[in-house]
């Protein structure tokens, strides 16, 4: 069954005005006339489809507030927003003690009840990202926590699983910041030593002459090395090409008889370690050129998972831009609601040469930068420097006309502005992606000439200054254009 909002209300009449009224949200709605219903769907199977709960707080026998308690003890439960009758404010803060995200006074506007619905389901997803983070710092992150929807990322999700399963060691290749180490500690959280030590060695940080000492440890200065550490667990070494030779021979012997000699030891001693290894580097060709010791090489490479780079899996940019934001939005204390289309358009347009940390630290750039809860291509200023036929250019600040921040559009620089560029406009584009905010923070309906000005810098940056083209689009001439865009700040440089 899709995702569901479930309406608790004893009358009819409103039930079937929610009903409606949420459908044309555009989400599916299951409306139940008692709070005793209420549990029993809440309890059902299908209850994990329940995305939202809407309830009445005053019914007969089980009431709101009793619906709220007993959610409290269930280990998955929706967000819930009560309603309250009028003047009851003593129930809509009893009822947020009890666990509500939110209330509205009866008989509540359809504006008012959709900013309220947004906004619990977009708690509910930070909520998911906060369980992700703190799973991933207890060694609890699974396979599945790991945002991997392209056909590529399943691949390497399925070879992650299979390799969960086993024992044997495994190379994640990869370019920098495309989520080796994520995937390394996935599998470790999904095997059987999952609540056993996972412990990391950067072979390429520690100065050479140590790295054989940290590894197996030191008998003269009685140091355990990370294979003692990891004894039970993981060993995870990224970037293992940096080895020299002789540390490579070492721990193959470690990895094909789990013996290890400490520095100075003269007895080996024998541990229990599952090996996970990284590189950026193509390790077949090191192998060629005889820094990679083959015998290694084919130990390791019985279960290599290549991880692709993001520029080829470009259709999960959407899904990782909004878990980074909602995390820097609620670290930073900011409401972010998302991207809009033109942002998201140039960002699936850049390369990503740093991969998912590049991708990463622009979304925290962007969150720091933000002063309206769209984000824009303004905030993606190094990015969009990168990307053919877009600039940022901040034109001077008039004089706010109302509450509403700025959106301002990318401008063209140069040449390419009278360039005909196709623009592709993607096709998931909803009124949401549109970035144009019919209502204010407040709930209010926003000015026409707030929404004008938000319509003119929008079309500006999809067609690209090109203003005959823009005035026609919008249906008005150009000498008007140029006048109101003067009054909203926003000028094309052609030179
Ligand atoms: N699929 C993903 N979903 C969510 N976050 C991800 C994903 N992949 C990577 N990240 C995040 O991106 C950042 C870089 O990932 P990670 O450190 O695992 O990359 P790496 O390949 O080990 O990089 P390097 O080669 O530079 O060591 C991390 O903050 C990680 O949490
Ligand atoms: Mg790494």
């Keep these: 069954m ?12 409103q039930r079937r005005i929610l009903e409606e009224t949420i459908k044309q949200f555009g989400y599916n709605v299951e409306a139940v006339d008692s709070g005793g219903s209420a549990l029993v769907a809440l309890k059902a199977d299908s209850a994990g489809d329940i995305c939202l709960i809407l309830l009445d707080l005053f019914m007969p026998d089980t009431d709101g507030m009793a619906v709220l308690s007993a959610m409290r003890s269930m280990p998955r439960k929706p967000p819930a927003i009560v309603q309250t009758a009028h003047g009851s404010i003593d129930a809509a803060i009893g009822a947020m003690r009890a666990g509500a995200v939110d209330f509205v006074v009866k008989p509540v506007s359809p504006e008012r009840l959709e900013v309220s619905i947004k906004n619990a389901l977009k708690i509910e997803a930070l909520a998911g990202e906060i369980t ?42 990869g370019e920098p910041g495309v989520g080796k180490e ?42 355990a090395g990370k294979f003692v550490e990891a004894d039970g667990g993981t060993l995870f070494l990224d970037e293992i090409s940096a080895l020299s030779l002789d540390v ?9 008889d789990g013996e290890i000699k400490p520095v100075g030891a003269t007895q080996p001693m024998y541990v229990d370690v599952r090996l996970i290894a990284t590189t950026n580097q193509n390790l077949i060709g090191l192998v060629q ?12 490479n019985v279960f290599p998972v290549w991880v692709p780079p993001l520029r ?82 901040v034109p001077p600040a008039p004089a ?3 509450p509403t921040p700025r959106i301002d559009g990318p401008v063209m620089l140069g040449k390419s502005a009278d360039s005909p560029a196709t623009i592709h406009v993607p096709s998931s584009e909803g009124k949401d992606a549109l970035g144009i905010p019919a209502l204010m ?30 005035a026609k689009r919008l249906g008005i001439g150009r000498s008007t254009l140029y006048r109101k865009m003067r009054e909203i700040g926003l000028e094309a440089r052609t030179n």
């Design 400 to 402: 706010p006309k109302d």
């Design 2 to 13: 899709p995702k569901r909002v479930l309406v608790v209300d004893d009358d009819p009449t």
């Design 441 to 470: 923070d407040s709930g209010d309906i926003r000015s026409l000439e707030a929404v004008e000005a938000d319509m003119i810098r929008l079309a500006f940056g999809r067609y690209r200054g090109r203003m005959t083209e823009i």
């Design 182 to 223: 994520l995937i390394a500690r996935a599998i470790h959280g999904e095997g059987d030593r999952k609540s056993k030590p996972f412990v990391t060695v950067s072979c390429g940080v520690v100065p050479a002459r140590q790295i054989e000492s940290i590894l197996f440890g030191n008998a003269r200065d009685k140091r």
């Design 312 to 393: 080829q899996r470009l259709e999960d940019a959407p899904e990782l831009i909004r878990n980074f934001s909602a995390r820097f939005a609620a670290e930073e204390g900011k409401r972010i609601d998302g991207l809009d289309a033109e942002a998201t358009f140039m960002l699936q347009r850049y390369s990503w040469p740093g991969n998912i940390r590049q991708l990463e630290n622009a979304v925290f750039r962007a969150v720091v930068l933000a002063d309206t809860p769209m984000l824009t291509v303004n905030e993606f200023p190094q990015i969009a420097a990168h990307v053919e036929g877009y600039a940022v250019t």
């Design 248 to 256: 490579q021979a070492k721990l193959l012997r470690a990895l094909t």
């Design 132 to 173: 992700r983070m703190k799973a991933s710092a207890n060694g609890d992150l699974g396979l599945a926590d790991i945002i991997a929807g392209a056909e590529a990322m399943q691949r390497v999700i399925k070879l992650g699983k299979r390799a969960a399963g086993s024992n044997i060691p495994v190379v994640i290749e």
């Design 289 to 300: 050129e005889h820094r990679f010791r083959e015998d290694l090489y084919y130990k390791l």
